[in-house]
């Protein structure tokens, strides 16, 4: 497409539930991110793909977090029973790979999580 | 690791004013340094970045930033405001190849109001 495209908006779900965010990156973007922009906070990085794999996931907060990407385009970021300190916006941006921090990353809308 | 500092949280200027926003980094070389700016419900958008050369670069809709090694600091600048420049503006660091990271660091944002 010709945007990244993040799915829900906006998603409002109670304490210990399970969500999914979706990212649908940019046609022909290998790299994929996700970061976290928690209210007066700049983004915080999450999770890096390259391909179907993840490169580099050392920014998941914890194993309630966990993101894929099957076929190597759409990613869904899943969180498991979800806390109040994970309201949040979820920001995915894709580029086109360079493996450096040169990486111009293009960042959709995001989706913005609030835990009652 | 890197890190980003932006001094001022909130700014407020007039219409046709200058603007300076700044921000400072440590890293333990010469990072790569970008600024990002995110309007309400909107995603990031870059505004500019630097890899190497001209100190001084240019970028999107009449903004600039001059990258300054001794001081270690990245400060964006736009001689007159407009008032749809009122927005939240980012600085970001990425390492450099052979770091083995592949994320943006970024600071905590910069509020800039524009009074009519």
């Known amino acids: 497409g010709a945007g990244v495209s993040q799915t829900p908006s906006n998603k409002v779900t109670e304490k210990g539930k399970y969500v999914e965010l979706r990212c649908d990156p940019i046609?022909?973007?290998?790299?994929l991110y996700w970061y976290r922009q928690s209210l007066g906070q700049g983004p915080e990085f999450l999770i890096y793909f390259q391909g179907t794999g993840a490169a580099d996931d050392s920014g998941l907060p914890n194993d309630r977090f966990f993101a894929v990407r099957p076929e190597g385009s759409v990613s869904t970021l899943k969180i498991q029973r979800t806390e109040r300190g994970d309201s949040a916006v979820y920001l995915c941006a894709s580029s086109l790979g360079q493996p450096t921090g040169a990486n111009v990353l293009t960042f959709g809308a995001g989706s913005r999580l609030t835990v009652l | 690791a890197q890190s980003v500092t932006q001094p001022d949280i909130h700014i407020t200027v007039s219409e046709g004013a200058s603007l300076e926003l700044r921000c400072n980094y440590s890293y333990g070389a010469t990072p790569y340094l970008f600024w990002y700016v995110q309007s309400p419900g909107q995603g990031l958008q870059l505004l500019l970045k630097y890899f190497s050369g001209d100190t001084l670069v240019q970028g999107i809709k009449g903004f600039e930033a001059e990258f300054k090694r001794s001081q270690s600091s990245f400060n964006l600048r736009k001689p007159s405001v407009h008032w749809s420049d009122a927005a939240e503006y980012f600085c970001a660091v990425g390492a450099r190849p052979g770091a083995g990271s592949y994320q943006l660091t970024f600071g905590k944002g910069t509020k800039l109001s524009v009074i009519p």
């Open positions: 046609s022909g973007h290998t790299a």
